[in-house]
């Protein structure tokens, strides 16, 4: 039962940690937390959710690409969205005090949730099941090919995450940017496209995670991503926020305490111990597990 | 002081171009349940049965000259916005009683402020026994109620089913909740095994840990006491871990909505209903045929019947008082009433004397009658 619950745990987990890194890329480099990716996350899953619905009528044949034009679409559309927000929302308060933006993010979650709320409908919308799952069993111990492909996706993005920000030139400028905006902007990068940049890859990671829940659980619905939401934060701040390797293991770890809290003690309580780990953690490491401690910024 | 003259003389107007500009009188009945939301086919479902008592008393012409008007409100199922809409229900003068509202936890609070202005309520679908047990008297409920239902899906297990291991999950909810433990109290009661009681939140997606540890208790069967959101999910999920045991549960979770959630993990599911299906009463089939030919492929929801017979109820009681407010209620206390599903009589809690319950299980997706012996 043991393995079995870990299984569960790492599969909920990946799902928080690609969610977790929207999170973390956009505190660390503006020190903000942008509420609103919780609603990336759900648009990420609506639009999986239309692709899907539309693919085989548009191409009956080439049912092995869906996945990977799913993922593409809805990558694109919510990396889009993400930074459309910034561009609107976010940018004009980017001198006013730190209140303004995190009040405006909150605005823009609600609004994109009414929005799909009144457009689409308030209920939930099974969703379409392409994927043949295969179930396995090896000694009592349960697995299907979606688990694997979740958790092997998540893995492979986060990796090509950390070889973009330490190996590429944009990564490089990403982290200039995010230890200071002025200095960064006197060695000619461009500030403004690199924090829209920023919002674009986290959203689009939102989005993929958006894709994996509806795919996993087979339902969707206008306020699915209230709930994950703040467990992917709790996942970023648990693994240090602003750190990217901190939201990895962050979303790992929240993910296999549920699981097991929920299995061995109470499913009634699985969230209270879940946060009561993540309160003594801080206690002892306010930064997070992963992260540094940074001078203060003037 | 001249200000207020004009006001009052405006209002005056206003108030005599109101009734006495057409000459037509305007009763309304308000019908408050969920129309959007997690619960919203049920509570949709509702609205149609309304509208369809509301058309025919109308036909009927059922209050004389005076028109009868539908007040529908959305309390999207949860508690605070249903006290919200009772609130505004209760400054409407117009309003003569409230049908309604669909969730327990949201009859219950609703409840209290009805209350406070004699406003009858007679709800067709929440079936915590606690709503008529307050003591008020302008309630009541033509649905059955979850201590006759728990106990009742309890007795089948042991003796139809004939499972003597049982694993029960809740929603949290004052209905989920409240119908597990009916259920708990008759298996424990009558020798039966309980290997646990779960609570888990609406909303939640992932029972996966919670299923795990429900495997290793070898349950023969699992009752949930909660809606067919979470119904669906749980039952995929079981399948998937190899828990490969029916699911059981209540009203909440009776509608195929539940089978479109769970694809054909659900087959062979059963939820039990509180009242005998519709189709099997002979004097429900004009109803059905008129339902169908008025909303062409929409599916029957569990409470569409239900909201029919109790809106006509009301406004039946209030053509016998000869529309005075006052003895609305006595009046709907003392009812007989003979509709679709039968005769509705009220106890001295406000209670229906007509519990009847029945099965359905899933079958190719969707629920079918269970007969039983």
Known sequence: MFIQQLINGLTLGSIYALFALGYTMVYGILLMINFAHSEIFMVGAYVGFWVLSALPFLFPQITPLYLLIVFVLAMVVTGALAAFMERTAYRPLRHAPRLAPLISAIGVSIFLQNIIMLTVGAESQPYPQTMQLEQMEFGGIRLNTLQIFIFVLA?????????????????????????????????????NTIIAVTFFIGGGLGGVAGVLNGLYYGSIKYNMGFLPGIKAFTAAVLGGIGNIKGAMIGGFILGVLEALAAGYISSEYKDVIAFVVLIFVLLFKPTGLFGEEVAEKI | MKLAGIIVSVGLLLALAGCGGTGEQVVKVALVCPLTGDIAAHGQGMKRGFEMAIEDANAAHKLGAAKIEAAIFDDRGDPKEAVTIANQIISDRAIIGVIGHLNSGCSIPASRIYEKRNVPMITPASTNPKLTMQGYKNVFRVCGTDDVQGSWAGNYVLDTLKYNQVVVVHDKTPYGQGLAEEFQKQIVARGGIVTSFNGIDQGEK??????????????????????????????????????????MGGDGMFSNEFARIAGPASEGDFATMVGLPPSKLPQAADFLARYAAKYPGQDMQPYDPYTYDAATLLLDAYAKVNQNRDSLIAAIAGTTYDGILGRTTFDERGDTRNKQISIYHIKDGRFAYYEHK
């Open chain 1, 155 to 191: 893995v492979s993005l986060m990796v090509i995450l950390q070889l973009f920000i330490t190996r590429t030139k944009l990564g490089k400028a990403m982290r200039a940017v995010a230890q200071n905006h002025i200095v960064s902007q006197l060695m000619g990068i461009n500030t």
């Open chain 2, 206 to 247: 992932d029972f996966k840990a919670l299923l795990t540890r429900i495997k290793t208790e070898n349950p023969q069967v699992l009752f949930f006491g909660g809606l067919y959101a979470e119904a669906g999910l749980i039952t995929k999920q079981m399948k998937e871990l190899g828990l490969a045991v029916p699911l």
